[in-house]
């Protein structure tokens, strides 16, 4: 079924289209995951909302943006066991949040 995403990306108008189909494929795996337990489908999801991100920040959908963040470092962090990558994903998510005013972060 990722070749059928891929041509509904192809054929979508904008990048709210593209941010929406992207998400429901992600849905569709954390699911997957949360079912079978296989990690494959937690690469998966990592990678779709890693593709989405940058399209929540052309939207201006900051906050999307961040919880995106936050939804990789969580299954780097809990599934992957990616300590390192979840670090940096968390500390993206912080970036942007402070960057667009959801909450200051102390030096």
Same mark, same amino acid.
């Given at each position: 079924? #990722?070749?059928?995403? &891929? /041509?509904?990306?192809?054929?979508? *108008?904008?990048?709210?289209? @593209?941010?929406?189909?992207?998400?429901?494929?992600?849905?569709?795996?954390?699911?997957?995951?949360?079912?079978?337990?296989?990690?494959?489908?937690?690469?998966? #999801?990592?990678?779709? &909302? /890693?593709?989405?991100?940058?399209? *929540?920040?052309?939207?201006? @959908?900051?906050?999307?943006?961040?919880?995106?963040?936050?939804?990789?470092?969580?299954?780097?962090?809990?599934?992957?066991?990616?300590?390192?990558?979840?670090?940096?994903?968390?500390?993206?998510?912080?970036?942007?949040?402070?960057?667009?005013?959801?909450?200051?972060?102390?030096?």
């Amino acid at each position: 079924w #990722e070749g059928r995403m &891929e /041509e509904m990306m192809a054929e979508a *108008l904008s990048d709210t289209d @593209r941010a929406a189909i992207l998400r429901q494929f992600s849905i569709a795996h954390s699911e997957g995951y949360n079912s079978t337990g296989s990690k494959v489908h937690a690469l998966c #999801e990592v990678g779709l &909302e /890693e593709r989405r991100i940058p399209l *929540l920040g052309n939207l201006q @959908r900051f906050r999307d943006q961040g919880d995106a963040m936050c939804d990789i470092a969580c299954c780097n962090l809990l599934v992957l066991s990616e300590t390192s990558e979840a670090g940096r994903w968390f500390h993206r998510a912080r970036d942007v949040g402070a960057a667009h005013g959801f909450f200051s972060v102390e030096s």
